[in-house]
């Protein structure tokens, strides 16, 4: 059964944002006014091709980068402070787990490094593995892994927190498209299921049609055709 949420909530907003890297002549602005909201149990495709702009917004919505003008903020999440470990998280295009921690203590690891104990993190990160039908993987190393397993404990990884907001950024660009439709499938399907609001970066029009809704970038600039919000 799906978590209830309040569907008026912007859990993440961006107004007039911009992102310019560098000065002078060389300088280069990646996001040019960006405006938009994420509502609470959106599902949304953020496309547009390589360069476009996609990870840049992406970065910004996440707080692991900040604009350069205009602003980003989080009215149902708090500071930006308060984003990581917890209600934000982010899914890369590479799975990036640890070589020597096994697949249980890989998606354990943000709540053990947030403070919680060591066997509650565990309980939680089999939990959020058996979410994922990855419960046969817990006891294997990463270099065990096929790419769409580990994107998917990566998945798990991200969702272990129980975020408000889940950003992926092309989490399916290193996969084959029936591994990385399956990887999206279980990211619509987990946040779902938890009430999580769900961004994905992509360039594949396939992922981009297992969202509900599309933002467009181009050249930089944000276009969504009509309303930058859907609620579930």
Excluded at 224 to 232: D, E, F, Q, T, V
């Amino acid at each position: 059964m799906s978590v209830l949420t309040r569907c008026d909530e912007v859990v993440a907003r961006c107004r007039r944002a911009a992102r310019t890297f560098g000065r002078g002549p060389r300088a280069v602005v990646a996001v040019h006014d960006a405006t938009g909201e994420v509502r609470a149990g959106a599902r949304i495709a953020l496309v547009g091709p390589s360069g476009s702009g996609k990870s840049t917004l992406l970065h910004l919505l996440a707080g692991l980068d900040e604009p350069t003008g205009g602003t980003v903020d989080w009215p149902a999440l708090g500071e930006r402070r308060d984003l990581r470990p917890g209600p934000v998280a982010v899914v890369f295009q590479a799975p990036s787990l640890l070589p020597p921690l096994d697949v249980v203590e890989n998606v354990a690891l943000p709540l053990v490094l947030a403070g919680t104990d060591e066997a509650e993190a565990d309980e939680a990160a089999r939990a959020a593995l058996e979410r994922l039908d990855l419960s046969d993987l817990v006891a294997k190393l990463p270099e065990q892994l096929s790419g769409g397993q580990a994107q998917r404990v990566a998945v798990a990884r991200a969702l272990v927190g129980r975020p408000r907001l889940l950003l992926a950024d092309e989490p399916t660009g290193q996969l084959d498209q029936v591994t990385g439709a399956a990887v999206v499938d279980a990211l619509v399907e987990t946040t779902i299921d938890t009430g999580c609001a769900l961004l994905v970066a992509t360039h594949d029009p396939v992922v981009a049609d297992l969202l509900a809704e599309r933002w467009h970038m181009v050249d930089g600039r944000l276009h969504a055709a009509g309303a930058l919000s859907w609620s579930a």
